[in-house]
Nanobody, 122 residues
Framework: QVQLVESGGDSVQAGGSLRLSCAPS????MGWFRQAPGKEREGVAT????????NYADSVKGRFTIALDNAKNTLTLQMHSLKPEDSAMYYC???????????????????WGQGTQVTVSS
């Protein structure tokens, strides 16, 4: 089991940028997920360690970038052009049993962090 710790959440204005981090990055499939009040948790972006294959939700393509920082043993999510609808609690998740094309389905991931809050104001 691994204890994941997210950081980097903040309150920003629409159009701004934030960079989230999650440590440690341990397993093959890792991802960022988010949950807004009253909504289900949804996948934002995932990455497979072996090939760096990434998946993104359509709503964030072209604005968010998921990456591994191997030197720091962290998973990052760079977010640009933030919109009010991006406001949510953002969670890092990892799973040792997944391979290849890492799914965006939160149910597939075993280990979760406590989350970091992102608030985007208009």
């Amino acid at each position: 089991q691994v204890q994941l710790v997210e950081s980097g959440g903040d309150s920003v204005q629409a159009g701004g940028s934030l960079r989230l981090s999650c440590a440690p990055s341990r397993y093959n499939c890792m991802g960022w997920f988010r949950q807004a009040p009253g909504k289900e948790r949804e996948g934002v972006a995932t990455i497979y360690r072996g090939s760096s294959t990434t998946n993104y939700a359509d709503s964030v393509k072209g604005r968010f970038t998921i990456a591994l920082d191997n030197a720091k043993n962290t998973l990052t999510l760079q977010m640009h052009s933030l919109k009010p609808e991006d406001s949510a609690m953002y969670y890092c998740a990892q799973d040792p049993s997944l391979w290849g094309n890492c799914p965006l389905s939160p149910q597939r991931y075993a280990f979760w962090g406590q989350g970091t809050q992102v608030t985007v104001s208009s």
